[in-house]
């Protein structure tokens, strides 16, 4: 006798089969990598399930992973985070030098939203506010992503899910699909990540904020579904890094000085030579790094017996604790672009010194540094307008070099590394220190008798594994600065790196201290072979017989033209939801190149002006609750951030060719 079917059940298997494939439909047109990956898929761990009450369930392991009804749960934790939303907020930092035009642009703006309802930073949610950007860690049965869709509109979701088989479950479940259409149609986008950890989770996000705009994390959501090892430490790892999202962009004022310093730089009668796009040159010669780090002062007998074994480049403060130990760098690397750094390095002594050693610094570097020197050599950072100038209207040979910032020891690897180093060894590279008090070398100028202001504690933001201890302090910007050499070495497989250096663990380095380091030979003639690689490295011709300032000059009515379509894009604007568009419409402008270089180099100059203004006006918008008010003050915010558009063409054509102020 045939077995007989349970109808309802019978009905219930058809429902969920119909929202898979109609799940798949939309994944093959929206996102199709998804679809090809769960095309043929059959899950092995996490599968569905109807439980002894009825219930649509998931099991794992022989155990139900929701004890109760799922959609009673799952609607119970979305009122739950309706009532007190998880987010990280942007805001402006009020620890600038006030030197600088944009800073009093974005002060005015905070003190009107100030004047109006306060400076207190709410997490309020509002009824029917559009949420622009929501990311989703966990999906289970995927209920609370449909409860958060239908009490919001939602522009941008991310939606991590660390096992495969779980979100093949998903996919059964709820109407995926339709979520993902209503975030293209609102302007937005759903991004799924199925798979992968922590790690990827945050630098997904990173990458949706650079290809949609970072005015996004203005109120970054964060909703958990469920708790697990790897959901546990994508929430932390998110809130630990979310300070990268919101730093490091710069400042339209910072590419004028970066443009007129490098003009400057290529114009002075050393005629300084610039680093050449990579050959393939492998030098096995040891190159010490050396940092100004406090365990520098551990190991300066060491570098002052191995200077004739070694090539030695010095970075930045550490040069004169190494000039006052009797150690003479074969190289030495500068990164500041302001005028307090010639200060910095004159009061280092030793001129007659500095005389005997080349200066290898980015193209931004304050001009009168170079003088000191006995040559220049200039390296094109990436992501630079100076340097994108070069490259794209003087000459395509000259290399643009990444992970070149934020501090000078990244400056002096990305160097070192370009110039085909395949063995590196860090010394004083700490990115971290022991003692809140000894922050960096003793010998250098930070406690030096007159420089008191640099003496006092540096307190750290965050504790990190270290190199040859347990723990170090550290800060975001020395932090940043070890996440950069980390990148270098892992873009770079072919390079060792050792690293000598009591502060903070690298990854991607061996942690050997220098007493164990393996004897090193001397070199011969190390004068002439020092020579010899810069020679081969750098060069000079292909600028001296062109005119930059006449190429630049040429460029300036098409930036008025970028700037008038920027203006137009934010007319109309009557709401937040209108602002959201309209500001998602200025960053596709300026990222939509086509080819067109007048437009790149445009984008270069203007790029982290416009997301700071963006992100500024969105986080303050949001405070408003009254439409009114808060449509008066997004008018309001839009004229100030377009006057400084305008304000910034003029300073550009007046000053692209005279020193820096600051």
């Known amino acids: 006798m045939a077995q007989q079917i349970d109808p309802l059940l019978d009905i219930q298997t058809k429902v969920l089969r119909a929202t898979f494939v109609n799940n798949m439909a939309v994944l093959k047109k929206y996102l199709p990598d998804v679809y090809n990956f769960y095309k043929e898929y059959t899950p092995t761990r996490v599968k569905l399930i109807f439980d002894e009450n009825g219930f649509l369930n998931l099991v794992s392991n022989g155990s139900l992973i929701y004890q109760d009804d799922p959609k009673k749960l799952s609607d119970a934790q979305v009122e739950a985070f309706l009532k007190d939303p998880r987010n990280i907020t942007y805001h402006v930092a ?8 944009h800073e009093r642009v974005l002060g005015k703006m905070v003190k009107r939203r100030g ?38 509109d939602i522009r941008y979701a991310f939606v991590f899910e660390p096992d495969p088989d779980c979100f093949y479950c998903t996919l059964h479940s709820i109407d995926i699909g339709n979520m993902i259409v209503g975030c293209f149609e609102r302007g937005g986008q759903l991004t799924l990540q199925v798979g992968g950890n922590a790690a990827s989770f945050v630098n997904e996000i990173a990458r949706i904020f650079k290809r949609q705009g970072y005015f996004n994390v203005a109120k970054m959501y964060l909703y958990r579904h469920y708790f697990s090892e790897q959901t546990d430490e994508a929430y932390q790892k998110v809130h630990d890094l979310a300070y990268r999202y919101v730093s490091g962009w710069g400042f339209f004022e910072d590419e004028i000085i970066s443009l007129t310093h490098t003009l400057s730089n290529i114009s002075t009668h050393q005629f300084p030579s610039i680093l050449k ?16 780090g406090p365990s520098l002062d551990d190991n300066l007998a060491f570098l002052k017996d191995h200077q004739g074994k070694v090539i030695i480049f010095s970075c930045g403060t550490a040069l004169k604790p190494l ?8 190289f030495h690397a500068e990164t500041e672009r302001t005028a307090a750094l010639f200060e910095w390095v004159d009061q280092v002594g030793h001129k007659e010194k500095l005389k005997q050693i080349n200066l290898i610094s980015l193209n931004t570097v304050y001009p009168e540094i170079l003088k000191l020197f006995k040559q220049a050599h200039l390296i094109l950072k990436y992501d630079d307008a100076g340097s994108a100038f070069m490259s794209q209207f003087i000459s395509d040979k000259y290399a643009q070099i990444a992970f070149c910032n934020p501090t000078v020891t990244n400056t002096a690897t990305s160097a070192a590394v370009a110039m085909g180093f395949k063995n590196m060894y860090l010394f004083g590279v700490d990115y971290g220190y022991k003692s809140e008090e000894y922050h960096h070398s003793k010998g250098s100028l930070y406690f030096d008798a007159d420089a008191e202001q640099h003496r006092k504690e540096m307190k750290g933001d965050f504790e990190v594994e270290g190199n040859f201890v347990e723990k170090v302090h550290t800060t975001q910007f020395f932090d940043n600065s070890r996440m950069m050499l980390e990148m270098l070495l892992q873009a770079n497989p072919d390079v060792t790196c050792v690293n000598c250096s009591d502060g903070a663990k690298v990854q991607l380095t061996q942690a050997v201290k220098s007493a164990d380091l393996p004897e090193f030979a001397e070199l011969i003639e190390k004068s002439e072979m020092t020579k010899q690689m810069l020679f081969d490295s750098f060069d000079n011709k292909d600028y001296l017989m062109i005119h930059p300032e006449q190429k630049f000059e040429a460029l300036l009515p098409e930036f008025k033209k970028h700037i008038e379509t920027l203006v137009s894009l934010s007319k109309n604007v009557k709401s937040r939801v209108d602002l959201a568009k309209a500001f998602t419409a200025q960053y596709k402008f300026l990222i939509n190149f086509h080819g067109d270089t007048s437009k790149q180099l445009f984008h270069r100059f203007m790029n982290g002006t416009l997301t700071y203004m963006q992100s500024n006006i969105m986080t303050n918008a949001h405070l408003y609750e009254d439409a009114q008010q808060q449509e008066k003050y997004i008018k ?11 304000w910034l063409l003029e300073e550009l054509n007046n000053n692209y060719n005279k020193p820096s102020k600051i």
């Open 323 to 330: 000039l006052d130990y009797g150690i003479t760098p074969d």
């Open 115 to 152: 004047s109006e309802i306060g400076y207190k930073y709410q997490t309020v949610l509002h009824k029917n506010e559009q949420i622009d950007f929501i990311a989703f860690m966990g999906t289970g049965l995927g209920y609370h992503l449909q409860g958060m869709f239908d009490a919001h």
């Open 636 to 646: 309001f915010c839009l004229a100030v951030m377009n006057e400084h558009f305008e």
């Open 94 to 101: 009020k620890d600038g030098s006030g030197k600088f035009e």
């Open 277 to 292: 796009k990579a050959k393939e040159v492998k030098r096995d010669i040891p190159i010490f790094i050396v940092g100004n």
